[in-house]
């Protein structure tokens, strides 16, 4: 399986124009043979939208732009980030992984981070699932930017039995200070974590970050491939426009799995048990 | 507070390049003074656009500072950017004939806010951006002219202390002059930075780094070393300067007003 990261900088509220940029990668992956290609998170709308949430928001089984990325799903996996709108008036920060010309499923953002540069919960509901499904790369779970930092989310995906864990990002690098990786200080974070959820799932984990600026905040890049024994496979350039290629080999997931035996011996009974005796004593 | 200087030489020109590429624009224009922000600002101008694409604007009043005027031509010569002299003497002696006065940061800031509007005028002229020069430190502490030497298109240096633009400015190798000079807002002839904040760049710099970067409290940061007034002062600068670092309130009446809940990204649509 060749799998595409598009590390690409979407124009803020502009859906039509980021179709457009969809279908020159999708185009692009498609004649270097991928199978599936992937995008950062809300790589439909660009990320700090604030009011224009709703005016860039569409409905999976109506709106023409989605309709479009489903009909090329038939060529090729896509994997991409986008408002959604609900009936009920909510937005969520979503993901949606579709294949032979169908949505085989969406992810609502669980956790929106709130804090600082980020405003996620004044505009978005949060989701409240993880939820693995079989695609073309055996067992898969998303993940949208924050999830991934949660050690929970990771947890949930692999009592999914996930086999392949992609993230969609839209991550700000902050601290350039005393760097010496020609990086931003937080890249660093994403990677820790790719490493540690690969190796300890016995799954492949794969990180599209974006890249460009908006109001003065630059993404930091650094898409990456981890493989099941938590060796980095490909990474894309830091704080740049990339485009990343890396050949999955599904039998690394069986191999890593004979040498440990994590996954096997994950108990999410006991995990259920004690969080829900925590949970009635749970200082919010 | 050493920082990766390749790697935010990289940054800056992208931010550069790309946020004028959104908006429209190819050119920049950079009101150059001969001191270290304003030489910093134009290399990485002339870097991420091309050196034909960017127009130095040298803007001093009357001969007060031949030497600093001569350092910005010889700056402009070295990148290979555009460059034009203009002396804002006759705006500014213009206006205060009319209304005299003896306080000199009066003068110092007309001065300021004259060569602002002679950036903003060759801004439309050039169809070119204006590319600030303000630091994070006098960004911080209030140490700049509102809608003076702040004002600006777009800003590389603003989240730069200025002991880091000064390692910036050795890394991309501009005059030694320039690297060494003594910071001065070049309100009146001989004043410097350092003495008027009453505080070296380095001692301020380390000062506010703990307490905006670091978030440490007052307490915490005095007794890492620092003498306690100096760190009350740099706060009381820091608070009385807010002004300067906000747009200005709008008094709310309706359901949706521009700054309290009317919430449109800068980047819209770009």
């Keep these: 399986m060749l799998i595409a990261l598009a590390q690409i900088s979407p124009v803020l509220g502009e859906v039509d124009k980021n179709l457009r940029l969809h279908i020159k990668f999708i185009d692009k992956a498609l004649q270097k043979g991928a199978n599936v290609i992937v995008f950062p998170e809300l790589s439909l709308t660009g990320y700090r939208l604030r009011d224009l949430t709703a005016e860039a928001a569409l409905v999976p089984e109506t709106s023409a732009p989605f309709g479009e990325l489903v009909r090329l799903s038939r060529r090729i996996s896509i994997v991409a980030g986008f408002v959604e709108a609900t009936a009920s008036g909510r937005f969520y920060n979503a993901a949606a992984f579709l294949s032979g010309g169908r949505i085989l499923h969406i992810h609502r953002k669980v956790f929106l981070p709130t804090f600082g540069m980020f405003e996620e919960a004044r505009f978005f509901a949060p989701g409240r699932d993880f939820r693995t499904f079989d695609s073309p790369l055996g067992r898969t779970g998303l993940m949208i930017c924050r999830d991934f930092l949660q050690l929970s989310s990771g947890s949930l995906l692999q009592a999914g039995g996930a086999e392949t864990i992609i993230v969609l ?46 109001d003065g905040a630059a993404f930091a890049g650094g898409s990456f491939v981890y493989t099941p024994l938590g060796r980095l496979l490909a990474k894309a350039a830091y704080a740049e426009k990339d485009f990343l290629f890396a050949e999955i080999d599904r039998r690394e997931i069986l191999r890593a799995r004979r040498l440990w035996s994590w996954t096997r011996d994950d108990k999410p009974e006991v995990a259920l048990r004690v969080l829900q005796r925590v949970f009635h004593r749970h200082e919010d | 507070m050493k920082i990766d200087c390749a790697f935010v030489e990289r940054v800056l020109c992208a931010f550069v390049r790309e946020e004028l590429g959104k908006a429209g624009f190819r050119r920049g224009v950079v ?190 940061v005095v007794s890492s070393g620092f003498a306690r007034a100096k760190v009350e002062r740099i706060l009381v600068m820091i608070k009385k300067s807010q002004f300067k670092r906000c747009m200005p309130p709008i008094a709310k009446i309706s359901s949706r007003t521009i700054g309290h809940d009317f919430l449109y990204p800068y980047d819209w649509g770009r």
């Design chain 2, 31 to 220: 009101g150059l003074s001969g001191g270290l922000d304003s030489s910093v600002s134009a290399a990485l101008a002339a870097e991420a656009l091309g050196p034909k694409n960017v127009l130095g604007l040298i803007l001093p009043y009357g001969r007060s500072y031949a030497a600093d005027t001569e350092d910005a031509r010889d700056l402009a010569r070295r990148l290979k950017i555009r460059f034009r002299v203009l002396d804002i003497a006759p705006m500014v002696d213009a206006y205060f004939r009319a209304v005299p006065s003896k306080i000199r940061t009066l003068k110092g800031n007309k001065m300021a806010r004259e060569r602002m509007s002679v950036l903003y005028d060759f801004s439309a002229r050039e169809k070119a951006l204006i590319i600030g020069t303000s630091n994070k430190t006098e960004l911080l502490i209030g140490y700049g002219t509102v809608h003076g030497d702040m004002a600006c298109a777009l800003n590389p240096l603003g989240d730069l202390y200025k002991t880091q633009v000064r390692q910036l400015a050795a890394h991309l190798r501009l005059p030694e002059r320039i690297l060494k000079k003594k910071p001065t807002a070049g309100l009146w002839p001989g004043q410097t930075d350092e003495d008027e904040i009453g505080l070296s760049y380095d001692e301020l710099d380390r000062i506010l780094y703990r307490l905006v970067d670091l978030r440490l409290s007052k307490a915490e």
């Design chain 1, 169 to 214: 990002s839209a991550a700000p690098g902050r601290g350039g200070t005393e760097g010496q990786g020609h990086a931003f200080a937080t890249s660093r974070m994403w990677e820790l974590m790719g490493e540690t959820l690969s190796f300890f799932t016995s799954a492949f984990v794969v990180y599209c970050n974006r890249s460009g600026f908006e």
